[in-house]
């Protein structure tokens, strides 16, 4: 039977022993839902009990109300902390215990796709529910997701028949409704002159040879667009449908190429300098050229795309793009199949091979263009840009010169340096739980708005990029966080290209440490100046736009020192004891020119501290505590402070690794960090700055990585618990004057030789 298990309002139900693995009882998920008496939350849970095993609980409520003690020394009854905090008990439903969605949108009448959620991820279990499904005569799609003890199906299906299959199925753990892509149509434009072209390839310095490869998955290509021919080859254009065929039927991954290409491609036409391109660019068609997909779980689709370019280049070093998103935004952070399968395969669960993947984080809906910047805010990230190891790319613009004859009377909705309004956030997502999206933004275009308030698109507030179409016009314009996007797979490339022994995280880590917020989006959404203002900017502009200069370039006054460092962040604890601890924790002692910071004595000066890594998922719904934890580990770093002693900085580490509670801050060090702790520690990557005088800086040389608890340690039956995990470590110092040389001495001290 399944039982749903809940709570008193207001108070936490004890998930965590409602489970009984020797038993065979499993907590599926858990929820938490509004109270219908009192306005404070309920929390629910969902427990599968095998056949003959209810005496497990009718035992434990039996020993309460004898008053059996825990121990001599207790005043409790027996098993009081479960006990105490369940409010009621009922068989479990459709609507409340398995369907993790709106329940408004539980197909009532005809059946629709739906993804059915398995605990386990056997392929026994998959085989089991397949033929359960269709002797029920309902609809299943082939293909799988599996995760860390959960397989994900899609079955079209109505309220009746899941009802049924929840009445007849010992596997189910979640239900919920099925996700549809959102696609761009874009008109044609000729913008541009043939002549261009010429210009370009005529100083185009491309290899065929590059070991660094961008792959679109989106509507496929015209690699014959005389732009693209030097960059894409035909063995490099794939479909996951060979029916599609490879080219572009749309429109809108050839736009995406351009970009991914030659970054501003505009730029590069006007001037007259070498375009040197680094990189290659690799294409899979993941959408149809008719119609829309059948209905299959994305994650699946996205799975397959990397398999086709692996096969056919396994060597490169790649990024994927991905501009399509759900054309719905109501997971709200909540890790859904297509953001985890993204996870997984970022995090190489299944071999070892890390990869990043650069994801769009949707579209603001046009008609709500005329409350900007309230629609941003209120408009949530697309599914799949809540994927923790994902760069989740929103948009800026800078556009806001209207130069068309036909356009008088218009003005551009956003100012310059201002957020696109195009470009969702996660401000409504719930905090301190998921993490903070986008993480950068790049140029996406601007919307136009006429007298009456009417707002609209334009070329002019658009980006130049490549048409599928070269016979009718060599050029079309492309705008929001698809534009975006492809500049952020281009960025990427660019650092790839430059440091070829770059991880994927480290990519990652220095797209987000070069970025920056304008004075515009400070002035607009900056609140105040203390932390919890600057963790809610972040939660609409990321941490602002990137800088290809930065991720790339050290100054005199300015450096920056990367490390790549693999640690092991849990043991079994010693031989006797049960259970698993903590082990690895990290110490870098930073080359700092101390001379030269004292000799400033109280000049203001700026460190960064970027820490980026990837988690391997577990996203059943099964609360996100104790050891139902979503991501499997977790990474913190902090600086030693002005005057403490390592062995006192070691002991502080300690006692935060220890900690399994909310992210805290010390009030000695509160004032240090711009973001905080509490604002920069959700997700798997965290920036944050300490502005300070160079005299204090002088002796803050210390950074501590230390692990926080993750399922690795809490699910210790998966065999995870003594997996490496892989960091990125990324520190900047820079002092406000360009005459002050603080790379010198550094460089001298790591043995980079000094070019006169």
């Known amino acids: 039977m399944y039982l749903e298990f809940e709570g008193a309002p207001g108070f936490d139900l004890a998930t965590k022993s409602l489970e009984d693995l020797g038993a065979g009882i499993r907590l599926l998920n858990v929820a938490t839902v509004p109270s219908v008496i009192q306005e404070m939350p309920v929390t629910r849970a969902t427990v599968y009990i095998p056949a003959g095993k209810e005496i497990v609980f009718l035992k434990k409520i039996r020993s309460y109300a004898d008053h059996e003690k825990d121990s001599p020394k207790s005043n409790k009854p027996r098993n009081a902390t479960l006990i105490d905090s369940i409010e009621s008990i009922r068989l479990a439903f459709l609507d409340s215990s398995f369907w993790r969605d709106d329940p408004a949108l539980i197909p009532r009448g005809m059946p629709e796709w739906c993804e059915v959620w398995l605990r386990g991820e056997e392929e026994e279990i998959e085989i089991s529910f397949r033929k359960l499904a269709r002797g029920r005569e309902v609809q299943i799609q082939d293909g799988a997701l599996r995760f860390p003890e959960r397989t994900v199906l899609l079955i079209k299906a109505n309220q009746q028949q899941l009802a049924e299959l929840i009445d007849s199925c010992e596997y189910l753990a979640e239900f919920r409704l099925a996700k549809e892509t959102a696609r761009f149509f874009l008109d044609l434009a000729n913008v541009e002159q043939v002549d261009w072209i010429k210009s370009l390839l005529s100083r185009l310095e491309a290899s065929s040879e590059s070991p660094v490869a961008i792959s679109i998955l989106d509507t496929g290509v015209n690699n014959g667009h005389p732009l693209l021919a030097p960059l894409l080859a035909n063995p490099d254009c794939h479909t996951v449908d060979p029916r599609w065929g490879v080219h572009d039927h749309d429109g809108h991954g050839t736009l995406m190429c351009g970009l991914a290409g030659y970054g501003n491609l505009q730029q590069a036409l006007e001037s007259d300098w070498p375009v040197v391109v680094p990189h290659r660019l690799e294409s899979v068609k993941i959408l149809p050229p008719v119609g829309e997909n059948d209905p299959k779980l994305y994650g699946l689709i996205v799975t397959d795309a ?186 990427a490339a660019q650092i790839q290209a430059r440091y070829s022994h770059a991880w994927p995280e480290t990519v990652r880590g220095l797209i987000v440490h070069s970025a920056e917020w304008t004075d515009t989006m400070k002035s607009s959404f900056l609140e105040s100046s203390n932390k919890s203002s600057y963790a809610r900017l972040k939660r609409i502009c990321g941490y602002g736009v990137p800088s290809l200069q930065r991720a790339l370039y050290c100054a005199s006054n300015s450096l920056t020192l990367i490390a790549q460092e693999t640690l092991q962040p849990f043991d079994k604890k010693p031989e006797g004891a049960s259970g698993y601890r903590t082990k690895d924790m990290h110490l870098h002692k930073l080359p700092w020119p101390k001379e030269v910071l004292l000799a400033l004595g109280e000049l203001d000066v700026t460190m960064r501290i970027t820490l980026s890594y990837f988690i391997e998922p577990g996203p059943g719904e099964v609360g996100w505590k104790d050891r139902y934890r979503y991501a499997s580990h977790a990474l913190r770093f902090d600086l030693n402070k002005s005057g403490e002693t390592e062995d006192d900085f070691l002991k502080r580490l300690n006692k935060a690794a220890r900690e399994e509670g909310e992210e805290t801050e010390t009030e000695s060090d509160s004032n240090r960090w711009l973001i905080g702790a509490n604002g920069r520690s959700l997700g798997s990557i965290h920036s944050d700055y300490w502005h300070g005088t160079a005299a204090q800086m002088s002796d803050c040389n210390l950074i501590g990585i230390y692990p926080k608890i993750g399922w690795w340690r809490e699910r210790a039956w998966l065999g995870r618990w003594n997996r490496m995990a892989r960091y990125s470590l990324i520190v900047s110092l820079n002092t406000p004057k360009q005459d002050i040389d603080i790379y010198t001495p550094v460089a001298i001290q790591v043995g980079i030789p000094i070019t006169i």
């Open 306 to 491: 990397v398999s086709r370019v692996e096969i056919e280049a396994p060597d490169k070093s790649r990024f994927l793009c991905i501009a399509v998103t759900s054309l719905d935004s109501r997971d709200r952070g909540r890790p859904s199949s297509w953001s985890a399968a993204i996870d997984i395969l970022a995090s190489g669960y299944e071999d070892d091979r890390q990869r990043l993947f650069i994801v769009s984080a949707g579209n603001v809906d046009g008609s709500e263009w005329e409350r900007y910047p309230a629609s941003n805010l209120t408009s949530s990230i697309h599914d799949p840009g809540q994927s923790w190891n994902a760069i989740t790319v929103g948009a800026y613009t800078e556009k806001t010169h209207i130069s068309s004859p036909d356009l008088v009377g218009y003005v551009p909705v956003a100012p310059a340096g201002g957020l696109s309004p195009f470009s969702t956030t996660s401000l409504t997502w719930e905090d301190k739980k998921w993490p903070a999206k986008p993480d950068v933004v790049l140029e996406g275009g601007n919307a136009i708005k006429d007298e009456s308030g009417f707002c609209s698109e334009c070329d002019d507030a658009s980006i130049l990029s490549t048409c599928y179409k070269p016979t009718k016009s060599h050029f079309d314009w492309i705008n929001a966080t698809s534009a975006a996007t492809a500049q952020c797979g281009w960025i």
